[in-house]
């Protein structure tokens, strides 16, 4: 049952009516969706027509059938409905224009002369690299070496020092105390085994 359909039942119930009747005005989307508004102004509520009922139009700008564009910030509610505003792109000031073209004429293509000069620099810093590389070599070498001699001779001499000879006590059991019958026997086995 639609909306409208329910509002008159209750008018009839109630015995009221109304001498005004309200109208909607209605317009369509540019993709057919029809919304339908008491007016097309801002701050008024908008609806989607559907066939049951109608839902607050979303957050959101729209563009209607004539050009117009509606702007939705409130869900329902219009914030602003005009022309369709299109951004012109923004024009780059004067001096910059000016400078870019200064740039594209202050560059021009090389000369023989000029690639010749860059190629015979370019061989000097690849010899004088090499050239680097070679000693630098040598010299690392070397120069790790006295590193080395020097942080020894920095160092001082350890001498080995054990420990003081520690008088180890040797205990010995049962050297002062009377022999027992079990010693005896031990003793005798052990004479028949050498």
């Known amino acids: 049952m639609k909306a409208t359909d329910m509002l008159n039942k209750i008018k009839e119930t109630l015995g009221v009516e109304l001498s005004e009747e309200v109208k909607l005005a209605q317009a369509a989307l540019e993709n057919g969706t029809i919304i339908e508004a008491e007016e097309f102004a801002e701050g008024k509520e908008v609806f989607i ?30 914030k602003s409905i005009g022309e369709t505003v299109e951004e012109a792109p923004e024009e ?43 000693l630098s070599v040598e010299e690392t ?25 520690a008088d180890k006590a040797l205990n010995l059991y049962s050297q002062k105390g009377g022999t027992t019958t079990m010693d005896r026997v031990l003793q005798k086995i052990n004479k028949f085994k050498n």
Not at 100 to 108: H, L, N, R, T
Not at 144 to 162: A, G, M
């Open 49 to 78: 027509v559907t066939e049951d009922d109608k839902v607050a139009l979303p957050i959101g700008s729209y563009k209607l059938e004539d050009g117009q564009e509606l702007i939705i910030e409130e869900e329902g509610i219009i």
């Open 92 to 134: 780059a000031p004067a001096e910059e224009v000016d400078a870019a073209e200064d740039e594209k004429e202050e560059m021009s293509y090389a000369t023989k002369e000029d690639l010749a000069e860059v190629k015979s620099m370019i061989d000097e810093i690849k010899a004088m690299i090499e050239k680097k590389d070679e």
């Open 141 to 165: 070498v070397e120069n790790i070496v006295e590193e080395v001699k020097e942080e020894l001779s920095q160092v001082e001499k350890v001498n080995h020092n054990p420990e003081a000879n």
